[in-house]
C-alpha cells in the first residue's frame, strides 16, 4: 500500500518547538537551502528551524495517514468483500485524504475529509468513526456490489 503526504503544514506547536532549540542542535542546511534563505532574505538559522518544524509537522501527518490506512484495512476485511486499500495520500492544501480501493482489477477513487479523520483521532468522536464507516460502505455497496 502506498501511503504519502502531499504538502506540509506546520502547527504552532512544532515552530515553538524549533524556535527553543539551541542553535547547534539545528541540522545545518544543504548548499541549496542556504541559496533559497539568501534569495528570501532570512537568517539561514530562521530557515533552518522553518525546515526543522516543517519535517516534524510531516512525519506527524504522515503517522495520522498511516493510522487512517490501517482503520481502512480493518473495515475493508469487516466488510467481507475482496478488496484492499491500495493508496492513500493526505492532500494538504485540500485538506482531504484521497484514498484508491482496488478489487479486483478495478479501482475506485473516493476522498474523506481530513477534518472528520481529525474528529475522530483527536477526540475519539463515535460519530467521526461511523462517518468513515458510511463512506466506505457507500463505495462498497455502489461500486463493488454493482459488478
Do not use: C, H
Not at 51 to 58: D, R
Not at 60 to 79: F, G, H, I, P
Not at 123 to 128: E, Y
Amino acid at each position: 500500500m502506498e501511503i504519502a503526504v502531499d504538502g506540509w503544514r506546520a502547527s504552532a506547536s512544532d515552530w515553538e518547538a524549533v524556535s527553543s532549540l539551541p542553535s547547534e542542535q539545528v541540522p545545518p542546511l544543504s548548499r541549496e537551502q542556504r541559496e533559497v534563505a539568501t534569495k528570501l532574505g532570512i537568517s539561514e538559522l530562521d530557515y533552518a528551524r522553518s525546515a526543522l518544524a516543517g519535517k516534524k509537522s510531516q512525519d506527524a501527518l504522515l503517522a495520522k495517514t498511516e493510522r487512517l490506512a490501517r482503520l481502512l484495512n480493518r473495515m475493508v476485511d469487516k466488510s467481507k468483500v475482496p478488496a484492499s486499500i491500495e493508496k492513500i495520500i493526505l492532500r494538504t492544501f485540500d485538506e482531504k485524504f484521497d484514498v484508491l480501493l482496488r478489487s479486483g482489477s478495478r479501482t475506485i477513487p473516493f476522498r474523506i475529509a481530513e477534518s472528520v479523520v481529525d474528529d475522530l483521532f483527536e477526540n475519539g468522536s463515535p460519530d467521526a468513526e461511523q462517518r468513515v464507516a458510511r463512506i466506505l460502505d457507500t463505495i462498497v455497496q455502489t461500486e463493488l456490489r454493482a459488478q
